[in-house]
């Protein structure tokens, strides 16, 4: 069984920072795709930033310049580096990986989530 356990959120100031990490655990073979998701207050869930096995990154224009996403395959881990942040980043926080796994041969990608971080980002 392959899980994904968050870490890093909280409460900060305007103009703070926080360092989201996500590590995913279990049998796997490799990742594929990484990414952080956001979803706040009445409001549908949408990417913040995303990275490839090839180490390509794509930011929402809301958090480029600010956010860093970064990944250790060694770790199975990807961080969420958020500079000046701002209260509109106010959210939960969900990790995403396409992870690959084997079973009896057979090759599979899981689309697995986090359990979900709240960053809250007030005066």
């Known amino acids: 069984q392959v899980q994904l356990v968050e870490s890093g959120g909280g409460s900060v100031q305007p103009g703070g920072s926080l360092r989201l990490s996500c590590a995913a655990s279990g049998t796997i073979v490799t990742i594929n795709h990484m990414g952080w998701y956001r979803q706040a207050p009445g409001k549908q869930r949408e990417l913040a930033a995303s990275i490839t096995s090839g180490g390509s990154t794509q930011y929402a224009d809301s958090v480029k310049g600010r956010f860093t996403i970064s990944r250790d395959s060694a770790k199975n881990t990807v961080y969420l580096q958020m500079n000046s942040l701002k209260p509109e980043d106010t959210a939960v926080y969900y990790c995403?990986?396409?992870?690959?796994?084997?079973?009896?041969?057979?090759?599979?990608?899981?689309?697995?989530w986090g359990q979900g971080t709240l960053v809250t980002v007030s005066s």
């Open positions: 995403n990986q396409g992870v690959i796994t084997q079973t009896q041969g057979v090759y599979r990608l899981l689309e697995l």
